[in-house]
């Protein structure tokens, strides 16, 4: 099988960083869905998004995690030139045949470094071993379904080890107790984040992809977060999470998840 991880990087630089956009005839299917929240009408909505940004519109990739097993890749990267603050987040494209069928995506605007002096997208880039991947997406899906959709934030304690938890969420510092610490806080504040259906993971080796629905004060979001797994414990965290309309106030009718 050809390296989908590749092809997918090279068809996202050339479309949002070199405006190339022949890219949606040579690289993507007749049929592609667009489930972004900002792209109306498929690959015409896709040129046409890149054409009106023209020169302004750039991009630079973090990392990118290939999932072989489910024709998923997910690119991790920062976007100039759509707005005056830049955007960081997860892009998440689905290939069938070698052709690009289906794009997820998840922005929000960059933030300064956190408490502990990460960004949202430094740290690590290596997906590691990745005889790895299925039990360190078992991990990731147990640790979440009973941590974050179950409430149960003692999880983050028993998933870790020794409190060693490297943040790159621009609100909270490095450190198990201190995510666990945030969460309650700001669930008493009410705006806690509820968390209702994984509706995709993307695994390669040490990384693990959720992206996942939910609400924060009663209104819909979609959640991306990034996690990697080191000897069977997870040890990092990258997010991106942003409010996201119902399905039927979207700009097209495919549902945004």
């Known amino acids: 099988m050809a390296d989908i991880g590749q092809l997918i990087l090279e068809a996202h630089t050339r479309l949002f960083d070199q405006h190339d956009t022949s890219v949606l005839d040579e690289y ?5 869905v667009e489930h972004s929240p900002l792209i109306p009408d498929d690959a015409a909505g ?11 519109l750039k991009y630079t990739n973090a990392r990118v995690i290939t999932d072989t097993a489910n024709h998923l890749v997910a690119l991790h990267g920062q976007f100039e030139g759509i707005e005056e603050t830049p955007f ?3 892009d998440i494209y689905r290939v069938h045949d070698g052709k690009i069928v289906e794009h997820w995506d998840n922005l929000v605007p960059e933030a300064a470094p956190n408490p502990s002096g990460r ?9 590691g071993d990745e005889s790895q991947t299925e039990e360190n997406r078992k ?3 147990e640790f979440f379904t009973r941590t974050l959709i179950g409430g149960d934030y003692s999880g983050f304690i ?12 621009p609100d909270i510092a490095d450190g198990a107790q201190n995510c666990v610490d945030f969460l309650r806080k700001i669930q008493e504040d009410g705006e806690g984040l509820v968390y209702d259906r994984i509706h ?5 080796g040490q990384f693990v992809l959720t992206h996942s629905e939910g609400s924060i004060g009663g209104v819909r979001h979609s959640y991306c977060e990034l996690w990697r797994v080191d000897n069977g ?3 990092e965290l990258w997010d991106a999470i942003g409010e996201v309309p119902a399905d039927s106030e979207a700009l097209h009718q495919h549902g945004i998840f």
């Open 233 to 235: 414990k997870i040890v």
């Open 88 to 90: 960081v987040g997860f």
């Open 46 to 56: 896709l040129r046409a998004f890149v054409e009106d940004l023209s020169e302004s």
């Open 200 to 204: 995709r993971t993307v695994a390669q």
């Open 28 to 32: 993507f299917a007749e049929d592609f």
């Open 139 to 141: 991990t990731v899906v």
């Open 119 to 127: 960004t949202q997208l430094d740290g690590t880039t290596d997906p």
């Open 158 to 169: 028993d998933y870790t080890q020794n409190d060693r938890f490297f943040q790159h969420s």
